[in-house]
């Protein structure tokens, strides 16, 4: 036991002096401009934001998921997800509603009790679907190598007036051996409404032309989804989907977009895919 | 079979040794010892949408756990094993299931103690190393890994631990090294050994690391922590001090910023014979120390910064209890105690004992770094902050009185006036809320009645022009001892401004004991509130149904 004398305060001057630490030094932040894709099929990321008009701290939030939209471009797929208590309409100027059924259904779906929150490609990251935004970065990251099994093809034509029509063909890039659903909605950006925020540049806590983009406007299909696998899709075959759907007249048609995405019966996204409408 | 299956087998099958056949065991194995406890919580839920309770399907809902340790000779093995069938509401569904998320063996041999496997460890005061099991709150934050206690000499104690923390069913992403060394000065020199005055001295040292996977942040991938204390008794004296400092450490709970953290907190007592003084004073900024930089809520904290607000046991007086803030906070507690002589005027035939305790906690002062950098903007030092300012925005205060007198053989009585200032927008999260200012008084009587039969009964009042209004409790309990009690209470709501919400909250309870073993049956209206235990809280949602509890211990 005597070498135990020396060995153990050995072993813990090991662990306290030697007890490692990183000192970072300004800029904290990398250059985030990476830009879009280069034409290659990658595995996209959808990101459920959760949040809503009267959520102060949501805007930074949202601040966060345009950082990772500069650094990912068209690979990062954003819906904004208005939906629980914040965002309930109440007196002017926050009497608008952004919810939806849709939304609702996943808010309540996924147990979403606090904003600003999200999902990305409804994956768990350290154990749990639902990620604050500080996380939501190295979620992807996490999760970025992973080989696309699938791919999207969109395409939106005018049918007349306000209906129009989204095909939408799937690839399978390998074989898959599992349900698989697909979802489509329609979301809207550049909506100038009142926000509420927590930011001393906004002592009053609000923002009334505050730029809400990526709304989640409706669903074109059910939000859990047409099944259009079975149990067997080889790899090589193509599947042809269309829906026809309407626009609603206070909607900004240059400003929407669809999103379509697959899942698989646990509602992971495998792959996703954003087509803005074209305007002559 | 994984690493860890193989090693909960491996537990179990030690265990069997010992407590599958007990007489045999203790036969085969004379001195040996086994010891555990059991709990067990269930709900059966009604619908009930007048207090806003949610549905639950499952309709019964149970938390239960229970721990079997056997030691021999030095050799200690242990489990613990839990059930959530589903998690009781309040509880985070990543509890979900059952298994042994808690197993370990330790030996001591000369001096030295080794534990492999989970572990609870706090070094110091815990304001850089702190794990802990509370069940009431959900929250067990134990170590997996290695941990070594060695005492040199006489006074010293050296410890130093690496591990994964819990995270509900998994670990937790980071990995925690550190080490403590604590000294006893008296004992470890001699010549010192019998002064008056004793001192203790401490070092701690903890670091954690995690991989950066972030593409925008340039994250520190190690942590590291330090602290150093002191602890001074003399007679009915005592002080205890502690420093502790953080590098850099941006995580989801500051927005990630890469300001340093610190915390300071200082505690002295001095009591004599009918006599207690305690003033306590704390400071922490930017303090949250996690093994996982996303984490929130109650999980995978290192650390614990220690409340400075006292713990209140009746309803009422409960109702706003103090959360505290690991972002920044400045704190103070007072507590006076002292007993009116029998026989006097004001101390009655039977004495008195009064109790004056007060307390409070602000924002710590936060300066923008620079004209272009919002305080605590992500991606930035944060802010600056002058060690002793105080911030502008009060967070709580608390000031009450407790009286407690015997009035004759069979009546005795405590009575409680509290004045509280609560900021519910900081300590719950919200925005829009009111700060809350509440008047509340209790009265508390017990009456011996003959046969070993007792009463007591609580009369609760809140007032407040703010959040639900006026509150009213009464509650009545008839006590068989040692085995039974009957109560009923019940709680109303009577001066919310909406009318639609001004209800009953009204229970029924009895409970049962025999030796180590406890029942409780309830039935009645849970409302929505908070629980806090030691300054880390969890939200109780509304709920209305039967409870069952079961406590029991060998």
């Not at chain 1, 939806?100 to 904003?115: D, I, K, W």
């Not at chain 1, 209906?163 to 399978?172: F, G, K």
């Not at chain 2, 006026?470 to 085995?483: K, R």
Request: charged share 20%; aromatic share 12%; with cysteine.
């Amino acid at each position: 036991m005597r070498l135990l004398k020396f060995l153990f305060p050995g072993i813990f001057f090991f662990n306290v002096l030697f007890i490692s630490c990183d000192k970072i030094e300004p800029p904290y932040m990398t250059n985030v401009e990476q830009g879009g894709e280069n034409g290659e099929v990658v595995r996209k990321f959808l990101l459920e934001e959760f949040t809503g008009h009267r959520c102060p701290n949501c805007p930074a939030g949202s601040e966060i998921a345009k950082t990772l939209k500069n650094f990912y471009g068209d690979r990062l797929v954003i819906i904004s997800v208005h939906a629980g208590t914040f965002a309930i309409p109440v007196n002017a100027p926050f009497n608008y509603d952004f919810r939806t059924p849709e939304g609702n259904a996943l808010n309540t779906q996924f147990g979403v009790t606090s904003n600003p929150i999200g999902m990305l490609n409804r994956t768990e990251f350290e154990g749990t679907r639902l990620l604050t935004p500080a996380s939501w970065g190295s979620a992807m990251q996490a999760i970025e190598d992973i080989e696309p099994g699938l791919r999207i093809d969109l395409g939106i034509t005018s049918v007349s007036g306000n209906l129009y029509r989204v095909d939408a063909d799937i690839t399978a890039l390998k074989d898959h051996e599992e349900e698989l659903y697909l979802v489509a909605l329609i979301l809207e950006d550049g909506i100038i409404k009142p926000q509420k925020i927590t930011h001393p540049d906004h002592p009053t806590g609000e923002i009334l032309d505050y730029e809400h983009n990526h709304v989640l406007r409706k669903g074109i299909t059910n939000i859990w989804g047409d099944k259009i696998i079975e149990d067997l899709f080889p790899q090589g075959i193509i599947m042809e989907n269309s829906y026809t759907f309407e626009l609603d007249n206070s909607w900004v048609t240059a400003h929407c977009s669809v999103v379509v995405y697959v899942m698989n019966s646990n509602m992971e996204i495998l792959q996703v895919e954003k087509k803005k409408f074209s305007v002559k | 079979m994984t690493t860890k299956g193989k090693f909960v087998l491996l537990t179990m099958l030690l265990s069997s040794l010992f407590f599958v056949l007990p007489a045999t065991s203790q036969e085969l194995l004379p001195g040996a010892r086994v010891w555990g406890n059991f709990q067990m919580d269930a709900q059966y839920y009604q619908s009930d949408t007048v207090i806003g309770a949610p549905d639950v399907p499952e309709k019964i809902l149970m938390n239960a756990f229970a721990n079997i340790n056997a030691e021999y000779r030095g050799f200690t093995i242990g489990l613990r094993y839990e059930s959530y069938q589903n998690p009781l509401l309040g509880f985070d569904n990543r509890y979900r299931g059952s298994g042994i998320p808690y197993r370990f063996a330790s030996y001591t041999q000369e001096n030295l103690e080794v534990t492999l496997g989970n572990f609870y460890e706090q070094f110091g005061n815990g304001m850089v190393l702190r794990s802990y099991v509370e069940p009431n709150l959900g929250l067990d934050n134990s170590f997996d890994g290695i941990r070594l206690l060695y005492r040199p000499v006489s006074g010293v104690t050296l410890r130093t631990v690496i591990g994964q923390q819990r995270f509900y069913w998994d670990l937790g992403p980071g990995i925690v090294r550190g080490g403590d060394a604590e000294v006893h000065l008296n004992q470890a020199f001699s010549r010192f050994s019998d002064a008056q005055n004793q001192w203790i001295v401490g070092l701690s040292g903890v670091s954690k690391f995690q991989r950066d996977q972030d593409p925008i942040y340039i994250l520190p991938e190690n942590v590291a922590a330090f602290a150093g204390r002191i602890n001074f008794t003399r007679g009915g004296l005592n002080i205890n001090s502690e420093y502790a400092y953080k590098a850099n450490d941006p995580s989801a709970e500051n927005n990630f910023i890469y300001r340093h953290g610190e915390a300071f907190m200082m505690s002295s007592s001095y009591s004599f014979s009918g006599f207690g003084l305690l003033l306590s004073a704390k400071r922490i900024d930017n303090m949250g120390f996690r093994s996982s930089r996303s984490a929130t809520g109650n999980d995978l904290h290192i650390n614990y910064l220690p409340a400075m607000t006292r713990q209140h046991l009746y309803s009422l007086t409960g109702m706003y209890p103090y959360a505290t803030q690991p972002t920044g906070e400045m704190g103070a507690l007072a507590e006076l105690t002292f007993r009116l002589p029998r026989g006097s005027f004001a101390g009655g035939p039977f004495g008195t004992t009064v109790t004056i305790n007060s307390s409070i906690a602000n924002a710590i002062d936060k300066q923008p770094l620079n004209d272009t950098t919002a305080i605590g903007q992500t991606g930035t030092d944060g802010y600056t902050s002058r060690f002793f300012a105080l911030g502008d925005e009060k967070y709580f205060q608390d000031f009450n009185i407790e009286v407690s007198r015997r009035f004759s053989r069979n009546l005795r009585g405590t009575f409680t006036y509290m004045n509280l200032f609560y900021n519910q927008n900081v300590i719950e999260g919200y925005m829009d809320k009111e700060n809350v200012n509440a008047h509340i008084f209790v009265a508390d009587m017990t009456l011996r009645l003959e046969r070993r039969r007792s009463l007591r009964w609580e009369i609760q009042h809140l007032s407040t022009a703010q959040d639900n209004g006026n509150w009213a409790m009464l509650l009545v309990e008839y006590n068989i001892s040692p085995n039974w009690f009957f109560a009923v209470s019940d709680q109303y709501n009577y001066g919310n401004d909406d009318s639609d919400k001004q209800l009953h909250y009204y229970t029924l309870n009895m409970g049962y004991n025999k030796n180590a073993n406890r029942f409780v049956l309830g039935w009645g209206r849970q409302r929505e509130g908070i629980i806090c235990v030691g300054g880390v809280c969890r939200v109780v949602p509304a709920s209305t149904g039967f409870t069952l509890g079961v406590t029991s211990s060998f």
